[in-house]
Structure formats: structure tokens, C-alpha cells
């Protein structure tokens, strides 16, 4: 028996539908390449609860294809798909199944306990719900926040999105062999007793919380259970750079520009830009540096660290700084080691400056 887990695909995400379309057709071919017999999708396979026809219709397309083959598919919603409606609806046809409620499947030796989201339920709830069913494997399908990672916490918690918290006290409660989760965005698998945990994470990075290529798992049961992820890479990652003005020359900065440019496929990028250069110009900068790499299929966010030349000309500090690294600039072999001087001093005193305004607020 295989069994194929993936989740979060969010389809219709705005300015993303492409990226995930092909993202999500990726993860069709592994299926049908994969021999597998069962697909389970732990949740938010659309944005939002209001889907379009068109995009549903698609979608009914796709898994049809895998029906069409034999594969059964198990679905329960997410957060997402119950968003302000219900995007689920008009999805059931043969091989083709949604659950509202906890519902046990048992498929020979398998047994599959499917719990849908509801906002309102914890990990104790799913306890509580769970039947004794015989069987040598189980595994259960959920839509929920495992708190216990520090990095699962933080990313829900600062999107106020931990719904149905989990504990592992909460997993050996539930005493499955196999635990197919869905929420958390990036693919995760860990082991608490004998469950093996699974977020896949989303088939499309979606944020810049979202790093490295995509993951759908594939759970193989003969005498015991084999988990191993497949990767389905991405469309656009998300990526994050720091760039220094050398010395206080903003355009000397138009190579390595032309480098990101060369080097980067298309992606989103957090450009972080550190140094000194006049504000009006630096600003004249970012504008064409930013329509540079977009005709190139980069799609800059700009994080602007740079120190104004014209705040140095006005803090007395600051210039008498600026004047003296200049002397020794003028004087010493050691041009590289006055620079790096120069950006830390100057740094430190715009710190400085702003940490005394909030203090004075
Ligand atoms: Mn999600």
C-alpha cells in the first residue's frame, strides 16, 4: 500500500496561481509516476473559501486523472477553504471523498482517522474523538499546530493562525502510527513515541518564511511503514541578500546588480542595502535597479539600512567622524580596513541617534 501526503497548497492565491498550478501539477505526475493507491490532502487546497468555478473545475480535472487510475482521495479542510465559505463544495465525484466530521476509513490493514478542521478543537478533542479501531496501521489525517517546535509556534503565532494546538502528549494520546498534518508551511517529519509526524508544507514557497525546495511524502505499508519525502522544488523561491555601497559611490553598486541579475533565476528578493550615499540618489538607485530586475523576472523588496550623506553633513559628530576616517583614508595603505571603520562608526552613531529620539517619545 502507498500513500501519497501532501497539504497547503493554497490554489488561487493572488499574483501565485501560476507558480502553484505548475507546482501542483508536479505533484500529479509523481502520484500517477509513484504507483500510489491512496492520496491524502491534510487540508487548505484553496486560499480561500470562495474559489472560483473555473479554478475548482480545473482542480476536478486534475483529480480525476488520478481517479481515473484507481487512486482514492481523501480530503479534509483547512482553515483556508472554510475562509469567509466553503471551497470544498462541488468537489465530490467517484474516488473522490471529503470529510466534515471525523470519519475512520479502514482499508484493510490500514485504518485512516480523518479529522477535519473546526477552530475550535485541541489535541484533546481529537483523543476524544478518535475510535478503537483494529488495525495494524494507523494513521491520522489533521489540520493542526504542532506547538512544541519552536519554529512551528513562532511562524502560526505571529500570523495568529494556532488553531488546534497539539502537544505530544497529545500524539501518544492518539497512538497512530503515522500522523499526516497540514498548517505549517515548511516540510517538517519528526518522531514522538512511535508516531511519525508529518507537516509536507506548502507546494509553492508563499512568503519569505517559506525556504527551500517543496516536499510531498509518500508512506509505503507492507509488514512495517517506510516514510521518505520526494522533492517537487519550486517556481519562485524567496530569497534574502545584503548589498554594500563600496565607499560612499552608490552606482559603483550597478555591477553586482547586473550580477543578482545574472545569477538569480526568477524569485522574490529581499534586497538589504547598507552604506552611505546621498538619500535622493540612493533612492534613484533602488527605482532602477528595481524595474532592472523585474524585466528579468526578480521581484524586488528593498530594506533600506543606508546612512543619508546628508544627515552626516548636519551632525557635528558624524561629519568630524566622516572628516577624520577621510584623512586617514588619504594617508594609510590600509584603505579596505578604514572603510569597514568608517560604515561601522557611522552606523553605530545613526543607532545611536535613533535609540536617543525614542527615548525623548
Ligand atoms: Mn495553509
Known amino acids: 500500500m502507498r500513500i501519497l501526503h501532501t497539504a497547503d497548497l493554497h490554489l488561487g492565491r493572488t499574483g501565485k496561481e501560476r507558480d502553484i498550478w505548475h507546482q501542483w501539477e ?3 505526475e509523481i502520484a500517477l509516476k509513484e504507483n500510489i493507491h491512496i492520496l491524502l490532502i491534510a487540508g487548505d487546497i484553496f ?6 468555478a473555473v479554478l475548482k473545475k480545473k482542480f476536478v480535472i486534475s483529480l480525476n486523472k488520478l481517479a481515473n487510475q484507481g487512486i482514492q482521495i481523501f480530503i479534509i479542510p483547512g482553515n483556508h477553504d472554510l475562509r469567509q465559505g466553503n471551497a470544498l463544495t462541488d468537489l465530490e465525484l467517484p474516488g473522490v471523498n ?7 476509513v479502514n482499508l484493510d490493514k490500514i485504518a485512516l482517522h480523518f479529522f477535519p478542521f473546526k477552530p475550535e478543537l485541541d489535541g484533546q478533542d481529537l483523543v476524544r474523538l478518535k475510535q478503537d479501531i483494529s488495525a495494524q496501521c494507523q494513521i491520522g489525517i489533521c489540520h493542526a499546530s ?22 505530544p502528549e497529545d500524539i501518544r494520546d492518539l497512538n497512530l502510527d503515522y500522523l499526516a498534518l497540514g498548517h505549517y508551511h515548511n516540510p517538517k517529519q519528526w518522531q514522538v513515541g512511535k508516531t511519525q509526524c ?23 505499508y507492507d509488514h512495517g511503514l517506510r516514510v521518505y519525502p520526494i522533492e517537487i522544488g519550486y517556481q519562485r523561491p524567496y530569497l534574502c541578500q545584503d548589498i554594500q555601497i563600496p565607499k560612499e559611490d552608490i552606482h559603483a553598486l550597478w555591477p553586482r546588480i547586473e550580477e543578482l541579475a545574472r545569477d538569480l533565476g526568477p524569485c522574490f528578493l529581499r534586497l538589504t542595502i547598507k552604506g552611505v550615499a546621498d ?14 530586475l523585474k524585466e528579468r523576472g526578480i521581484q524586488v523588496s528593498w530594506q533600506d539600512e543606508t546612512v543619508d550623506l546628508g544627515w552626516i553633513e548636519e551632525h557635528r559628530l558624524a ?13 594609510s595603505p590600509e584603505k579596505e580596513f578604514w572603510w569597514q571603520v568608517f560604515y561601522r562608526g557611522i ?7 535613533n535609540v536617543d529620539k525614542k527615548n525623548k517619545v
Not at 47 to 52: I, K, M, S, T
Not at 319 to 331: D, K, N, T
Not at 347 to 353: A, F, M, R, V
Open 26 to 28: 508536479k505533484v500529479i
Open 47 to 52: 486560499d480561500n473559501g470562495q474559489a472560483e
Open 98 to 104: 471529503v470529510f466534515y466530521k471525523y470519519t475512520v
Open 146 to 167: 504542532y506547538i512544541t517546535l519552536p519554529e512551528v509556534f513562532s511562524d502560526l503565532g505571529d500570523s495568529q493562525a494556532i488553531h488546534c494546538p497539539l502537544s
Open 198 to 220: 508529518v507537516y509536507p508544507g506548502s507546494i509553492e514557497p508563499l512568503s519569505f518564511k517559506e525556504i527551500g525546495p517543496r516536499q510531498v511524502f509518500i508512506i509505503q
Open 279 to 292: 538619500k535622493l540618489l540612493s533612492q534613484a538607485f533602488q527605482l532602477k535597479a528595481q524595474y532592472f
Open 319 to 331: 561629519r568630524q567622524f566622516r572628516e577624520a576616517i577621510h584623512q586617514r583614508l588619504a594617508q
Open 347 to 353: 552606523g553605530l552613531l545613526k543607532y545611536c541617534e
